[in-house]
Antibody, heavy 121, light 111 residues
Framework: QLQLQESGPGLVKPSGTLSLTCTVS??????????WGWIRQPPGKGLEWIGT???????YYNPSLKSRVTISVDTSKDQFSLKLSSVTAADTAVYYC?????????????WGQGTLVTVSS | QSVLTQPPSVSGAPGQRVTISCTGS?????????VHWYQQLPGIPPQLLIY???NRPSGVPDRFSGSKSGTSASLAITGLQAEDEADYYC???????????FGGGTKLTVL
């Protein structure tokens, strides 16, 4: 059973860069079946897709965030990471990492517990 | 405003059947992209309920079912139980946006 766990700072200053890492256990991030993504949820609001990556390094980003987002994968550590630059209070949210087991955009079977990131000075 | 439109709330009594709609357009559901559904209980991550319009992952009760027609999709829950009280989200892909998209979410209240 795959398990995902987010890690990173819970507080980021405005105009700074949010950096999170998702560690995959119980399986390999290099599995050909899986695509790995980041989704966020502002407090009391709905879900927003940030982007998705594959172990080969292919990436797909939400156009509304594309200019500020970088998602990368480290197969040696079974980790993938999110960087979001020039953050504002609007980026305050619970950030989830997730795994799609049947291809890109096929529905996320596995989710991390989520980590709250607050943007504040 | 979400590209996929869901009713903000629905309600039903225990044992009843409820449906949650997810309305899209010709650039997403109407083009043939699959719809997936999630259940999110308070304080925990979303759980995949339905994938590929109609398929249930292992462990999801058959009280939950999905359908799709034209530019819309629906999630049906039969034999409503108190534990079904949660937020429900639909998800698809939009070719005009080149993006994975979510509905705004529907809060289900079990009366």
């Amino acid at each position: 059973q795959l398990q995902l766990q987010e890690s990173g700072p819970g507080l980021v200053k405005p105009s700074g860069t949010l950096s999170l890492t998702c560690t995959v256990s119980g399986g390999s991030i290099s599995s050909s079946s899986y695509y790995w993504g980041w989704i966020r949820q502002p407090p009391g609001k709905g879900l927003e897709w940030i982007g998705t990556t594959y172990y080969s390094g292919s990436t797909y980003y939400n156009p509304s965030l594309k200019s500020r987002v970088t998602i990368s994968v480290d197969t040696s550590k079974d980790q993938f990471s999110l960087k979001l630059s020039s953050v504002t209070a609007a980026d305050t949210a619970v950030y989830y990492c997730a795994g799609d087991g049947r291809g890109y955009g096929s529905g996320s079977d596995y989710w991390g517990q989520g980590t709250l990131v607050t943007v504040s000075s | 405003q979400s590209v996929l439109t869901q009713p903000p709330s629905v309600s039903g009594a225990p044992g009843q059947r409820v449906t949650i709609s997810c309305t899209g357009s010709s650039s997403n559901i109407g083009t043939g992209y699959d719809v997936h559904w999630y259940q999110q209980l308070p304080g925990i991550p979303p759980q995949l309920l339905i994938y590929g319009n109609t398929n249930r992952p292992s462990g999801v009760p058959d009280r939950f079912s999905g359908s799709k027609s034209g530019t819309s999709a629906s999630l049906a829950i039969t034999g409503l139980q108190a534990e079904d009280e949660a937020d429900y989200y639909c998800q698809s892909y939009d070719s005009s946006l080149s993006a994975v998209i979510f509905g705004g979410g529907t809060k289900l209240t079990v009366l």
